[in-house]
């Protein structure tokens, strides 16, 4: 078991950090640290504006990192749960990232 | 146009098509059910208990594959449709639910019949939304039935303040053509280099396994399973939930598998050397003890929810995608290879499953026997049932023993028929859900097949079926007891029977039955047993309740041993397992 760390673009929307939160509760996973941040530099997620074909505005989007420490196999279960929210723009570990639902194997975020 | 929020909510409802709301009013939603009486496109039904209306509304789409929508009140309407909520979601099913809430600047005060519903339902929703203005809500529903019938389906939250359906409050009405939702799934498409590794996995296996859930239902994949197996000729199982995926009496089919699986079944999955899991998720009633699953098998997992994949059972081949798509791909390419495969090649496992089946497979002719000397079995209740309906009614069941003898011992032929609360098991399922689907299919034949227990838990709306003169068919295999958890402690307790009795307390059911206005028939003998049964099924026009009294000592077998058993670990009778 090793802390982890992972990045998630979400929708910036009433109740939307609760899902995130309450996931990690009701899957049994342990949340060590949270930050979350209202985006307003968007010029590192321009590749997600393009690939989505959308323009993000000021104050619509957040980005929240989460540490937690669980083993290996469950990182791979914990992101593809949370990649099911949908709010969830994008979420990434420190190997792979889901993008709308489909998985790239790096970390964009 | 312009339209009040009420106004806008129902016409929006309309505009999706909607023929039947199942609900029960209350303060916060006055104003919408006034709407509702100033329209006649979609009928309201007022059922007798909320938990009756998610249950109906459930069973409405299961039966259909269209989304079925509730109303609450706020409060208490909201708290007692989380059951039926939780059920729809454990099983996937498209649902809408529409809660009322307090007004606005009420919201987080306490007020009366305020209860925080978004928080309440939010670990057993696929997604809710808060109403926050009037004109959201056209595109508020329009994205909740989006989201409740698209990818892996499942019930929608839409909570909305009294004060934003106030009638005098005009706003702009246009209802969304389409949606898009940038941060949701768009349908994703199998890869074309995994279709090849299955049917390459297929052509290099001797004994291979298809095992179907309730995915393959959703996807509306039956066809195309069917499609695929007259081209490879294997074993078929189907999970609780997938039953009828697959045509039960195609001499391919194992029967069910799992905890209360047939003997086949089990056997075949642990022996096999390669399993497709087509929409089915390895539950824990499937695998038994995971690390000792199906322990020579190649598994392909065919899912449209990544989470689902390699959650439980590793999976060595993975193929995301709706099961339809993924199965058309696998059937198109198949056809083009199939002088490659030399189906003889299965022969000898075909003849070992077989032979499984002829030593210890389901008798299914105990409903032979009509003798005095034996007490009326539950499991030849419901061989009559499914003689005397000819394998083509719409069944519906409860939770316990009479719901395991109803899968194991009914046939289906055809999906969406078997309608049952797999993945929550909830006592109280089998009469609302059989409503719902009445109302869908007023000219089939809707059976319930339930528990003494179970039924207890929404009799309330035999009341409901007198109303709108639902002629359903109510079996309940009546045991004098919470049978299955009697199981339990017969096995596991040493026979101590704590608290699955009701004692003298049981209602003489055909007399509460008629006394709704329905007719009830009391069967205790075994000789009365086949023709009680067709009496039922003479009558068309009302509700027809059997009580059927069956041996109390009835176990339910095969079962598998637990804890730390494998699949082929299986009691098949009082005291003898394998
Ligand atoms: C709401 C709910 N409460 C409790 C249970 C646990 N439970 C599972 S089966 C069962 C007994 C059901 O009794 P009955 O409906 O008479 O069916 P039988 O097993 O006797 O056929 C119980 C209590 C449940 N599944 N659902
Ligand atoms: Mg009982």
């Given at each position: 078991?090793?802390?982890?760390?992972?990045?998630l673009i979400m929708e910036n929307k009433p109740g939307a950090l609760a899902r995130v939160?309450?996931?990690?509760?009701?899957?049994?996973?342990?949340?060590?640290?949270?930050?979350?941040?209202?985006?307003?530099?968007?010029?590192?997620?321009?590749?997600?504006?393009?690939?989505?074909?959308?323009?993000?505005?000021?104050?619509?989007v957040s980005?929240?990192?989460?540490?937690?420490?669980?083993?290996?196999?469950?990182?791979?279960?914990?992101?593809?749960?949370i990649?099911k929210l949908i709010e969830v723009i994008?979420?990434?570990?420190?190997?792979?990232?889901?993008?709308?639902?489909?998985?790239?194997?790096?970390?964009?975020? | 146009?312009?339209?009040?929020?009420?106004?806008?909510?129902?016409?929006?409802?309309?505009?999706?098509?909607?023929?039947?709301?199942?609900?029960?009013?209350?303060?916060?939603?006055?104003?919408?059910?006034?709407?509702?009486?100033?329209?006649?496109?979609?009928?309201?039904?007022?059922?007798?208990?909320?938990?009756?209306?998610?249950?109906?509304?459930?069973?409405?789409?299961?039966?259909?594959?269209?989304?079925?929508?509730?109303?609450?009140?706020?409060?208490?309407?909201?708290?007692?449709?989380?059951?039926?909520?939780?059920?729809?979601?454990?099983?996937?099913?498209?649902?809408?639910?529409?809660?009322?809430?307090?007004?606005?600047?009420?919201?987080?005060?306490?007020?009366?019949?305020?209860?925080?519903?978004?928080?309440?339902?939010?670990?057993?929703?696929?997604h809710?939304?808060?109403?926050?203005?009037?004109?959201?809500?056209?595109?508020?529903?329009?994205?909740?039935?989006?989201?409740?019938?698209?990818?892996?389906?499942?019930?929608?939250?839409?909570?909305?303040?009294?004060?934003?359906?106030?009638?005098?409050?005009?706003?702009?009405?246009?209802?969304?053509?389409?949606?898009?939702i940038r941060s949701y799934?768009?349908?994703?498409?199998?890869?074309?280099?995994?279709?090849?590794?299955?049917?390459?996995?297929?052509?290099?296996?001797?004994?291979?396994?298809?095992?179907?859930?309730?995915?393959?239902?959703?996807?509306?994949?039956?066809?195309?399973?069917?499609?695929?197996?007259?081209?490879?000729?294997?074993?078929?199982?189907?999970?609780?939930?997938?039953?009828?995926?697959?045509?039960?009496?195609?001499?391919?089919?194992?029967?069910?598998?799992?905890?209360?699986?047939?003997?086949?079944?089990?056997?075949?999955?642990?022996?096999?050397?390669?399993?497709?899991?087509?929409?089915?998720?390895?539950?824990?009633?499937?695998?038994?003890?995971?690390?000792?699953?199906?322990?020579?098998?190649?598994?392909?997992?065919?899912?449209?929810?990544?989470?689902?994949?390699?959650?439980?059972?590793?999976?060595?081949?993975?193929?995301?995608?709706?099961?339809?798509?993924?199965?058309?791909?696998?059937?198109?390419?198949?056809?083009?290879?199939?002088?490659?495969?030399?189906?003889?090649?299965?022969?000898?496992?075909?003849?070992?499953?077989?032979?499984?089946?002829?030593?210890?497979?389901?008798?299914?002719?105990?409903?032979?026997?009509?003798?005095?000397?034996?007490?009326?079995?539950?499991?030849?209740?419901?061989?009559?049932?499914?003689?005397?309906?000819?394998?083509?009614?719409?069944?519906?069941?409860?939770?316990?023993?009479?719901?395991?003898?109803?899968?194991?011992?009914?046939?289906?032929?055809?999906?969406?028929?078997?309608?049952?609360?797999?993945?929550?098991?909830?006592?109280?399922?089998?009469?609302?859900?059989?409503?719902?689907?009445?109302?869908?299919?007023?000219?089939?034949?809707?059976?319930?097949?339930?528990?003494?227990?179970?039924?207890?838990?929404?009799?309330?709306?035999?009341?409901?079926?007198?109303?709108?003169?639902?002629?359903?068919?109510?079996?309940?295999?009546?045991?004098?007891?919470?049978?299955?958890?009697?199981?339990?402690?017969?096995?596991?307790?040493?026979?101590?029977?704590?608290?699955?009795?009701?004692?003298?307390?049981?209602?003489?059911?055909?007399?509460?039955?008629?006394?709704?206005?329905?007719?009830?028939?009391?069967?205790?003998?075994?000789?009365?047993?086949?023709?009680?049964?067709?009496?039922?099924?003479?009558?068309?026009?009302?509700?027809?309740?059997?009580?059927?009294?069956?041996?109390?000592?009835?176990?339910?077998?095969?079962?598998?041993?637990?804890?730390?058993?494998?699949?082929?670990?299986?009691?098949?009778?009082?005291?003898?397992?394998?």
């Amino acid at each position: 078991m090793i802390e982890r760390q992972l990045t998630l673009i979400m929708e910036n929307k009433p109740g939307a950090l609760a899902r995130v939160v309450g996931l990690f509760h009701q899957r049994g996973y342990n949340i060590d640290s949270l930050h979350v941040d209202s985006i307003e530099d968007f010029i590192p997620y321009k590749f997600i504006e393009d690939e989505l074909d959308v323009k993000f505005s000021k104050g619509e989007v957040s980005r929240l990192v989460i540490k937690t420490t669980v083993a290996d196999t469950l990182m791979r279960q914990i992101l593809r749960q949370i990649n099911k929210l949908i709010e969830v723009i994008a979420v990434s570990d420190e190997d792979s990232t889901y993008l709308k639902g489909i998985l790239r194997d790096e970390n964009l975020l | 146009m312009k339209l009040a929020g009420n106004d806008m909510l129902i016409q929006s409802l309309i505009n999706e098509g909607v023929e039947y709301i199942f609900g029960y009013p209350g303060g916060a939603a006055l104003h919408i059910y006034d709407s509702i009486f100033n329209q006649s496109e979609m009928q309201h039904i007022l059922v007798r208990h909320e938990q009756g209306a998610t249950h109906a509304a459930d069973g409405y789409a299961r039966a259909t594959g269209k989304p079925g929508v509730v109303m609450v009140t706020s409060g208490p309407g909201a708290t007692n449709a989380i059951t039926g909520i939780a059920t729809a979601f454990m099983d996937s099913i498209p649902m809408v639910v529409i809660s009322g809430q307090v007004q606005s600047h009420l919201i987080g005060t306490d007020a009366f019949q305020e209860t925080d519903m978004i928080g309440i339902s939010r670990p057993i929703v696929k997604h809710s939304f808060t109403v926050d203005h009037q004109s959201n809500i056209p595109q508020i529903v329009k994205e909740a039935f989006h989201i409740a019938t698209s990818g892996r389906q499942g019930p929608v939250v839409i909570d909305i303040p009294k004060d934003l359906t106030n009638p005098d409050d005009l706003f702009d009405y246009e209802y969304p053509k389409e949606v898009n939702i940038r941060s949701y799934n768009p349908p994703i498409k199998p890869e074309a280099t995994q279709i090849e590794r299955v049917v390459d996995a297929i052509f290099n296996s001797k004994k291979p396994v298809i095992y179907a859930g309730g995915g393959t239902i959703s996807s509306n994949a039956s066809k195309e399973l069917i499609e695929l197996n007259s081209y490879i000729n294997v074993p078929v199982t189907n999970t609780l939930m997938g039953l009828g995926v697959y045509p039960a009496t195609d001499d391919k089919f194992m029967g069910m598998l799992g905890m209360h699986g047939t003997y086949q079944a089990n056997m075949a999955m642990h022996n096999a050397d390669l399993i497709l899991a087509i929409g089915a998720r390895f539950d824990d009633r499937i695998t038994n003890t995971p690390e000792k699953f199906a322990p020579k098998a190649q598994i392909v997992h065919f899912d449209v929810d990544h989470s689902s994949v390699s959650k439980i059972i590793e999976a060595d081949i993975a193929v995301f995608g709706q099961v339809k798509d993924s199965l058309q791909a696998i059937n198109k390419l198949i056809k083009d290879r199939l002088p490659e495969l030399d189906i003889t090649k299965f022969d000898d496992w075909h003849a070992q499953i077989s032979k499984w089946k002829s030593e210890h497979g389901l008798n299914h002719n105990l409903y032979k026997d009509s003798s005095d000397e034996n007490l009326i079995l539950p499991q030849a209740a419901v061989q009559h049932i499914y003689q005397e309906s000819k394998g083509k009614a719409f069944v519906t069941s409860d939770v316990g023993q009479h719901q395991m003898f109803a899968a194991q011992y009914y046939h289906f032929d055809e999906p969406r028929k078997w309608i049952n609360s797999g993945g929550l098991g909830t006592m109280g399922f089998g009469l609302p859900s059989a409503m719902g689907v009445k109302l869908a299919y007023p000219d089939e034949e809707v059976i319930c097949i339930t528990g003494e227990g179970s039924i207890q838990m929404c009799i309330q709306e035999l009341s409901t079926c007198s109303q709108y003169k639902l002629p359903i068919k109510i079996f309940n295999i009546n045991n004098l007891a919470l049978g299955m958890v009697k199981q339990w402690q017969d096995m596991n307790y040493d026979g101590r029977h704590s608290s699955i009795s009701y004692e003298d307390s049981l209602p003489d059911f055909k007399e509460l039955a008629e006394s709704y206005g329905h007719v009830g028939i009391k069967i205790t003998k075994n000789s009365d047993l086949k023709k009680g049964i067709e009496e039922a099924f003479s009558i068309k026009d009302k509700l027809v309740f059997v009580d059927i009294y069956v041996d109390p000592n009835e176990h339910v077998y095969p079962m598998l041993v637990a804890p730390n058993g494998s699949l082929k670990d299986m009691w098949l009778a009082k005291g003898s397992k394998t």
